[in-house]
């Protein structure tokens, strides 16, 4: 056995989904029950097509939202927050072999507490039955897209932050450690592209997405009025002049801006690229805004055999985040056991 490493697309085939519910010690205190039922929503849409599992602050509250709990399972554990995307552990397959890597989660560069979030993966380990690998670098799932065929999408802005790995600086360094970590034979840098509003330092899957090994689906700003159009302008410019590992052009597809949306008087970062590609349909976040429909036609185009669902995640975004933050997949070789040890 050698040691070739792969880290699977999210178009293909999963295991179960990860997603932590809110709860009250969480920022989602002020409108807990909207918030709760947002989560309840996605948990019902992901149970139609596969397992969900479902980490809780309290167990017990969590279940007495679900009536029907086929495909549901249910795990107490203490989390700051519930940004599953971001804190959970990214899985590589080693040899055709499932790891879950275990990387450092810091709040976004310590911008929030994250030391419970940091240590879920950890604790989990039991129910997940695959080997795991503790990293000390830090990396959150929302800052990069993988094609599962050795490319990887990210931006600049968030994986050279200096609050995330502050000795690091230079890209042929990081690029490094993916290409170690996560078998990446090479990777795509977007220096331009952010939204208002944003607290992860313009993670990827907010801006770019791939939906296949060849094609990006990304967030297109066609008002010159709207303070997003120069950089996602740029950055489109930077999407059309990337190549792949034949040197070929990707195939690329426009999505809408949603209309600005506010919340206490702060923009909220709104935005179409954060669905869910799950087996046998993709979730797709809206925000009763005019661009909902345009945004599903687009995606139920590109994903033929695929049942695009709707969610409203109009509440999800008041905390700067939206469907695909919420959320993790795990792809189908990771075997997910409930385990008799309490988390």
Avoid at 176 to 195: N, R, V
Avoid at 196 to 214: C, M, P, W, Y
Wanted: proline share 4%.
């Amino acid at each position: 056995m050698g040691d070739f490493r792969r880290l699977p697309a999210e178009f293909e085939d999963q295991a179960f989904v990860q997603l932590i519910f809110p709860h009250a010690k969480s920022d989602w205190a002020p409108y807990l029950d909207e918030a709760s039922q947002n989560f309840v929503n996605i948990v019902l849409a992901i149970a139609r097509f596969e397992p969900c599992l479902i980490i809780c602050y309290d167990i017990i509250r969590v279940q007495n939202y679900f009536t029907e709990q086929k495909n549901l399972f249910f795990v107490q554990a203490e989390t700051d927050d519930t940004w599953a995307r971001d804190c959970s552990g990214i899985t590589v397959l080693r040899d055709d072999q499932p790891i879950v890597i275990d990387f450092t989660f810091t709040g976004w560069g310590d911008k929030f507490d994250a030391a419970l979030d940091n240590a879920l993966t950890s604790k989990l380990r039991p129910f997940y039955g695959v080997h795991y690998q503790k990293e000390r670098f830090i990396l959150e799932g929302g800052a990069i897209e993988s094609n599962g065929a050795g490319l990887l999408l990210t931006t600049s802005h968030c994986l050279m932050n200096p609050n995330r790995n502050q000795k690091i600086t230079q890209k042929f360094e990081v690029e490094a450690i993916l290409k170690e970590m996560l078998g990446i034979q090479k990777t795509l840098w977007l220096d331009h592209g952010y939204l208002a509003g944003d607290d992860t330092d313009s993670h990827v899957d907010t801006l770019a997405r791939f939906v296949s090994e060849d094609t990006i689906v990304y967030v297109k700003c066609e008002d010159e009025e709207d303070e997003h159009f120069e950089a996602l302008s740029k950055m489109e410019a930077e999407l059309i002049t990337m190549r792949d590992l034949n040197g070929e052009k990707f195939r690329l597809i426009p999505l809408p801006m949603t209309e600005a949306i506010y919340y206490e008087g702060e923009r909220l970062p709104a935005t179409y690229a954060n669905f869910l590609i799950i087996n046998g349909a993709i979730l797709l976040p809206t925000y009763n805004d005019s661009h909902d429909d345009e945004a599903l036609k687009i995606l139920q185009k590109v994903f033929t055999d695929r049942e695009v669902i709707p969610i409203d995640c109009s509440v999800l975004i008041r905390q700067h985040g939206s469907l695909h933050c919420v959320t993790m997949q795990f792809p189908k070789t990771v075997t997910f056991k409930i385990h008799p040890q309490a988390v």
